[in-house]
């Protein structure tokens, strides 16, 4: 695809890769919580959030983790010691598999998987092993509901997240993230090729089903009835403190930021501008400075994204444990089936 | 085939990296289904077994079958064991040793394993005639799930309904029997 100035061997390749999978996994995650989670949340409340550390409250992020790390590592006496250590370790694991797949521009990217996206959603679903393993290892009522109420909801969510996706397959007819990103960028709608037909689109449907199942999927409000403070104190979390706590926490936003990622390449286009505006035809002929500028318009979409989130996170107050499963199992997989029944007939009639 | 005579095929179209990598994630799984029996904990025998999966997914991976192997993962770690755990905590998840997990007659399980083994075994390698399989190249990766999908709407589309179709009287059966009223 290009010819480099420089010739990287292959470990350097791979240390580049691993260092980019940490950049793209924990930059987002403190954006998205100094951002979002310290600063938006405030402005809703009508308070200032954080504000000693740094200017505006901007080191806040690094005096707790800093916190977090003195904290003695501990473990409940009658806890299952080893499976109570491992379990945030698989949810984080979990979330550093997915980074894999994303492209973020013509060549930057991981690896160039032929079924990315089949499978960013199979190990997306890992992570409800290491929720259900925590709940049970803390040797706690507490613990245990709420890692079951998390496995329970993390299965109904999957399957409407899964079946959405499939109408941008059908679409774009490739599994391949990056080939969906061409085909986004390179479609055209009624003849005009200079907008190129971002799936959210046609997809609309789809994408609204995505991201209330990336809602449910990251167990924030509306959905956090598997943390339900005011019944479970914390759900599976309960037991768990010092840099343990602080996995699951980072695991939970860099989560978000992954998911966002996600969506903004299924959905909205991922690091392409219409390959019309500058006459590349394919993949091969786009220029190389969008190895540059690509990653920063992943960033914008998935701060938009992310954005979106974090709004109704703040803004909507708990679902009961069965209108959520209801709304799951009666709602959002038959229309999302509806979908890709609609999007079909449509791929093969038009 | 010892290691000294995989290097002397390595010019022969023998991936080494890959052969090396079999065993070991192979000795790691045989490890881990020791345990999956061997464990005293119900819970910690479904974790075993995970890692048993995962290992076959690692397999797949290395033998180039892509689609397959991402299958394996969200099907068997992503659903089935889910619902194993989900089902061994909501029923009886003690922490610690069990006392009655090991049946009486545990020891008539190893002629059958044994049994069970060789037959695959023999099928196996009756059925590549000591034949090495090649690299694949970048297309032939790319097309698999391509032939995979045209396989199944294609010339097995009649067994992939009657497939379904038993699943889907599996599902009705259990409902009818959990049904109480």
Not at chain 1, 255 to 278: D, E, H, N, R
Request: hydrophobic share 60%; net charge negative; glycine share 8%.
């Amino acid at each position: 695809m290009i010819q480099l100035a420089i010739e990287i061997p292959y470990w350097g390749q791979s240390l580049l890769r691993v260092l980019g999978g940490l950049v793209a996994v924990l930059l987002p995650a403190g954006t998205i919580v100094y951002l979002f989670l310290f600063k938006m949340m405030s402005f809703m409340q009508s308070r200032l959030g954080p504000m000693e550390a740094g200017p505006y409250g901007s080191l806040q992020l690094v005096a707790e983790v800093g916190k977090w790390m003195q904290k003695e590592d501990l473990a409940p006496e009658a806890a299952d010691k080893s499976i109570f250590k491992i379990a945030p370790l698989v949810v984080l694991v979990s979330t550093f598999l997915l980074v894999v797949v994303i492209p973020f521009g013509p060549d930057a990217l991981f690896t160039d998987f032929e079924v990315g996206i089949f499978y960013g959603l199979a190990v997306a679903s890992i992570s409800v092993l290491g929720i259900l393993i925590a709940g049970w290892a803390s040797a706690n009522k507490y613990s245990l509901l709420g890692g079951l109420r998390a496995a329970g909801q993390l299965i109904a969510y999957e399957l409407p997240m899964v079946l959405a996706v499939v109408g941008v397959v059908i679409q774009a007819g490739s599994m391949n993230l990056q080939q969906i990103v061409v085909a986004q960028n390179t479609y055209e709608i009624f003849g005009l090729d200079w907008i190129g037909m971002p799936f959210v689109i046609t997809q609309c449907v789809g994408f609204v089903i995505f991201m209330i199942a990336v809602q449910a999927e990251l167990t924030q409000p509306p959905f956090d009835m598997p943390i339900a403070e005011s019944e479970l104190v914390s759900g599976y979390m309960t037991e768990y403190s010092g840099f343990r706590f602080l996995i699951f926490f980072i695991g939970e936003f860099a989560t978000a930021g992954v998911f966002a990622f996600l969506a903004s390449i299924l959905f909205l286009g991922g690091w392409g501008i219409p390959f019309a505006w500058f006459g590349w035809t394919d993949l091969d002929s786009v220029d190389n400075w969008m190895n540059v500028v690509g990653p920063v318009i992943m960033l914008t979409k998935m701060m938009l994204l992310t954005g979106i989130i974090m709004w109704v996170r703040f803004s909507y107050p708990r679902f009961r444990e069965d209108q959520l499963q209801t709304f799951a199992w009666k709602v959002l997989i038959p229309v999302s089936i509806l979908n890709i029944a609609v999007t079909a007939i449509l791929k093969v009639a038009v | 085939m010892t290691l000294a005579s995989l290097f002397a095929q390595a010019d022969g179209g023998v991936n080494v990296a890959q052969n090396v990598g079999f065993y070991i994630i192979a000795a790691g799984m045989l490890w881990a289904a020791f345990r999956v029996v061997s464990t005293k904990n119900v819970v910690h025998a479904a974790l075993w077994l995970v890692v048993v999966l995962g290992g076959i997914a690692a397999q797949y991976i290395l033998a180039a079958a892509e689609f397959v192997a991402i299958s394996q993962v969200l099907v068997y770690i992503g659903a089935v064991m889910v619902l194993f755990l989900f089902g061994i905590m909501l029923t009886r998840a003690t922490i610690g040793a069990d006392t009655d997990v090991f049946n009486k007659g545990w020891a008539v399980g190893i002629p059958v394993a044994l049994l069970v083994f060789g037959v695959l075994a023999y099928v196996t390698i009756d059925f590549t005639e000591d034949s090495l399989l090649v690299d694949p190249t970048e297309e032939q990766i790319a097309a698999t799930t391509t032939a995979i999908s045209d396989g199944y709407l294609g010339p097995y589309l009649v067994p992939l309904i009657a497939v379904s179709f038993v699943l889907l009287a599996a599902a009705i059966g259990a409902i009818v029997l959990a049904r109480k009223d």
